[in-house]
């Protein structure tokens, strides 16, 4: 027994220590804990490449009124620009030149194609008369000169009295090559030597009547006019004005029985009668009582004179801005303004509100 007791104390002692620290590590804690020393900074790893967002689908910006909407004024318009001035050029009675003269004819021809786009010409004339007669030698000079021009440029040509034969017909001068470039449009009249054409040139739409020699045909003109009713209208003869001023055959009849009724007939333009003379007609078109639209009918032909009259043409520039025609006269081969026998108004004056 004596050897017992001391075995049996060691085993109590050893089971109240492991019990005392199962106490301990069970029992809360009580009291606050040790204060540790701060951790030690350690600096971030750097990434090797940034990481990828996906990017967050957003509305789209709308910027602030820098003032409010009804005060903001209102944009100024545009200034409506200035219709361009432009020409057109009058040819007449060249009859001599394919003959004797074609060099003067030329020269015609280079000017106007030369200067096309400093004076902005926009159409030519050629009043008839072109040949005298059906030589071959006439014709191919003819041709030389007229047909660059009308593959160039709109135009209108008319037969005259030295384009047909005697038998009257027209049908020589129609299958011209430089008849031919014509751009006729819609109806013809008689043998197709009564044509018209339309082009647009400062801001302005135009009806050109080609009315060949010996040809009259007011009403046909009157319907082709009042298909085109806003269009200014330029008749395009061989003859009807004198000297004198007077009036006779198809441009008597256009002044009596188609201007009336025909408010957009403004100009006619013919040769054939020797020198130059200019005649303005009245006409009412609202019927108030005051005539305010004029019909300006204007003839030119210096081809009686072989030394001091060759080359000259007309230049018949139109101004949108003031519905004005300025006439001058010039001959390429002389580089002159102003056919020397003819008085300065006669050579050089102003239409005004004449389209």
């Known amino acids: ?73 209102a944009p100024t318009a545009a200034p409506v620009p200035a219709e361009t001035p432009f020409t057109i050029v009058w040819m007449a009675d060249t009859q001599n030149l394919p003959r004797d003269n074609p060099e003067v004819f030329f020269s015609m021809r280079d000017w106007i194609l030369e200067n096309r786009e400093k004076e902005n010409i926009q159409f030519v004339i050629h009043s008839g008369d072109v040949v005298d007669g059906q030589t071959t030698g006439m014709k191919a000079n003819a041709e030389a000169a007229l047909v660059p021009l009308f593959e160039a440029l709109p135009g209108m040509i008319v037969s005259g009295n030295h384009d047909i034969p005697r038998s009257g017909s027209h049908w020589y001068f129609v299958q011209s090559p430089y008849a031919q470039l014509i751009r006729k449009e819609g109806q013809t009249y008689g043998e197709e030597d009564a044509c018209y054409v339309t082009f647009r040139a400062g801001g302005t739409d135009f009806l050109v009547f080609g009315i060949g020699f010996g040809i009259s045909c007011p009403g046909w003109m009157r319907q082709v006019i009042a298909r085109h009713p806003d269009h200014v209208v330029i008749a395009v003869l061989h003859a009807g004005l004198q000297e004198s001023g007077d009036i006779q055959g198809p441009m008597k009849a256009i002044l009596e029985r188609v201007a009336p009724e025909a408010p957009g007939l403004r100009l006619m333009v013919c040769g054939h009668m020797r020198g130059t003379a200019t005649r303005v007609d009245w006409f009412d078109d609202d019927n108030d009582g005051e005539k305010e639209r004029s019909v300006t009918s204007m003839m030119f032909n210096f081809q009686e004179d072989r ?14 801005a003031t519905r004005s025609i300025e006439v001058e006269t010039y001959s390429p081969w002389f580089d002159k303004w102003g056919y020397p026998h003819a008085t300065e108004e006669e050579n050089h004056f102003l239409l005004e509100n004449a389209w």
């Open 307 to 320: 030394v001091d009259g060759l080359g000259f043409m007309r230049l018949l520039r139109f101004d949108p």
């Open 1 to 73: 027994m004596k050897k017992l007791l001391p075995i049996l104390l060691l085993l109590c002692l050893l089971g109240g220590c492991h019990s005392a620290r199962e106490g301990a590590a069970a029992a809360p804690e009580t009291s606050a804990p040790p204060i540790s020393a701060a951790p030690t900074a350690t600096a971030a790893p750097t990434p090797t490449q940034a990481p990828t967002q996906t990017p967050r689908a957003t509305a789209p910006a709308i910027p602030a009124p820098t003032s409010s909407p009804a005060l903001t004024p």
